[in-house]
């Protein structure tokens, strides 16, 4: 969706007849791109990617066919198992999309999206499905109703998200785009090199900082979207900035090292007045038990691990097993 913001905020300018289409419920396709979208206008441009355009042509005719003054418009798509495999899509699958003129986006949503904020947008049909109405939810807002909380819900996972609540006044859909997670890197050499070019292949946001101030100005800079992998051995280094990190309440707080080190470390921290709820949120040692020996292989692990930590997944990391950590 971000993607989409410099040629929507374009066509708007423009007074371009231009639609935006999102799914509201679909099944099958395989692995899917959460945030696909895509703008069709009426004389067949598409731009975006929503199922590798297989849909595009029917969503150009949709979005052609709608009534002035309907604010939205839902129409079935499906495709089988032959087309997909054309489509380069892993399956065959069907879904609902929804599909709205540009004139019925706030403007606003462009705005916070094109800055990176994280930001939701809950839109509300009628029964029809033909009028709705969408409205933008910054992350920092309380909720006022369901489709509020489900905004903050998925907000908090740090990945965009749709979900489609039923209630009786009709469907509310509800899109989240959470700023992009930003790993400040605490500590230099060719790991650290490795995990910022796994974090660029995410989409996220990557720095390395080698002192404690830089590290701190950073995760503060980035609060929202912040997260620590420390590999530096430096008590001068890793101790204050894991402390600020738990202080800011960065969501993912991670540091590279032997079980001995990670307690050399606790033991540090704990001097420090952390208390032994902060201690708990440290992911040391780091990254998920994959039996990584390489530094990629290391990288993969560690990303793995901010990945399953920011969506809410059980997964088993190093510091929950005692197996040795090279194998």
């Known amino acids: 969706m971000r993607e989409l913001v410099e040629t929507a905020r374009q066509w708007v300018a423009e007074g371009r007849a231009g639609y935006l289409a999102r799914p509201v419920t679909e099944q099958g396709f395989g692995p899917r791109d959460p945030a696909g979208a895509v703008l069709v206008d009426a004389r067949g441009e598409c731009v975006g990617a929503l199922y590798n355009g297989v ?48 004139a019925a986006i706030p403007a606003e949503w462009w705005e916070l999206l094109g800055e990176g904020a994280g930001v939701a947008l809950v839109t509300r049909l009628n029964d029809a499905a033909d009028r709705a109405v969408s409205e933008v939810v910054r992350a920092t807002e309380p909720a006022r109703d369901d489709a509020g909380r489900r905004a903050g819900e998925l907000l908090g996972t740090r990945r965009p998200g749709r979900d489609a609540l039923y209630g009786e006044s009709g ?24 995990i910022g070019r796994q974090a660029v292949l995410l989409g996220w946001g990557a720095q390395t ?6 590290a701190l100005k950073v995760l503060t800079d980035h609060r929202d979207a912040a997260c620590l992998v420390l590999l530096s051995h430096d008590p001068e280094f890793d101790v204050p900035t894991l402390r600020g990190a738990l202080d800011l309440g960065i969501p993912y707080v991670g540091a ?30 780091i990254g998920l038990d994959l039996g990584a020996r390489t530094p990629a292989e290391t990288a993969l692990a560690i990303c793995a691990e901010i990945l399953g930590v920011l969506g809410g997944r059980e997964t088993r990391a190093l510091r929950d097993s005692d197996v040795p950590l090279r194998g």
């Not at 002035?68 to 129409?75: E, H, L, Q, S, Y």
């Not at 989240?176 to 090199?193: C, K, M, N, R, W």
């Open 55 to 102: 849909f595009d042509p029917q969503l150009v005719a949709e979005a052609g066919a709608m009534a002035p003054g309907d604010t939205a418009r839902v129409c079935q798509v499906s495709v089988g198992a032959g087309e997909a495999v054309e489509a380069r899509l892993t399956c065959g699958g069907q879904a609902e999309v929804l599909v709205q003129p540009l």
């Open 171 to 194: 469907l509310v859909l509800v899109e989240a785009y959470p700023s992009a997670p930003y790993v400040v890197i605490g500590g230099g050499g060719e790991l650290a090199e490795i």
């Open 209 to 214: 900082v080698e002192a404690a101030a830089d």
């Open 256 to 285: 590279l090292g032997s079980r001995r080190t990670t307690a050399r470390r606790r033991e540090g921290l704990a001097a420090a007045g952390v208390s032994e709820a902060q201690l708990a949120l440290v992911h040391g040692p």
